[in-house]
């Protein structure tokens, strides 16, 4: 069993960390386009505090101040400057969670999008943030021990041909 839940841990970790390197990389993007100071850097924070998913809401705080930032240098208006911002988190929110993390995580668990999406809802709601992380290995551990041995030990064995029932 504990073999069981460091592969699925391992699988889970890499899994994400490929989905955090692709948010950064999306974020960076995003903030290049807008012209957004340390732009790379900020898209790279954001994408590692996505190793833990949802985190990487903290990453509005540097996001305001580098805000303001650009505003006072450029003086451009600040809240145009945050709208921008805003809907660069909007749209690479959207592209993770329907497109990354399904994807991504599916391949590497094994699991189907739908219950990638249902499962980090319930362990969510049940344990929060730490429900979030334990989500996929847990929701994979628990079907393949279902398969394994649930489902063979409820299967009936039926008498072979040769075999007379008496």
Same mark, same amino acid.
């Given at each position: 069993m504990v073999a069981d839940v460091e592969e699925g841990m391992n699988k889970y970790f890499r899994g994400q960390a490929l989905v955090a390197l692709c948010v950064g990389i999306l974020f960076s993007?995003?903030?290049?386009?807008?012209? *957004? =100071?340390?732009?790379? $850097? #900020? !898209?790279? *924070? %954001?994408?590692?505090?996505?190793?833990? =998913?949802?985190l990487q809401l903290v990453g509005l705080i540097p996001t305001i101040i580098l805000a303001i930032v650009k505003a006072a240098d450029t003086g451009y208006n600040f809240w145009f400057i945050l709208l921008m911002a805003l809907v660069v988190f909007a749209v690479v929110q959207i592209i993770q969670d329907t497109f990354l993390t399904?994807?991504?995580? !599916?391949?590497?668990?094994?699991? @189907? /999008?739908? %219950?990638? #999406?249902? /499962?980090?809802?319930?362990?969510?709601? +049940? #344990?929060?943030? +730490?429900?979030?992380?334990? $989500?996929?290995?847990?929701?994979? #551990?628990?079907? @393949?021990?279902?398969? &394994?041995?649930?489902?063979?030990? &409820?299967?009936?064995? +039926? =008498?072979?041909? /040769?075999? /007379?029932?008496?």
């Open positions: 993007i995003g903030f290049l386009i807008i012209d *957004f =100071p340390l732009a790379i $850097a #900020l !898209g790279m *924070f %954001i994408g590692l505090l996505n190793m833990v =998913p949802y399904p994807k991504i995580m !599916g391949h590497v668990t094994g699991l @189907n /999008s739908a %219950i990638i #999406l249902l /499962s980090l809802s319930i362990w969510g709601s +049940l #344990l929060g943030i +730490l429900g979030m992380i334990i $989500a996929l290995p847990m929701t994979t #551990l628990l079907i @393949n021990y279902y398969q &394994k041995y649930v489902i063979k030990q &409820k299967s009936p064995s +039926l =008498p072979s041909s /040769s075999e /007379s029932p008496l």
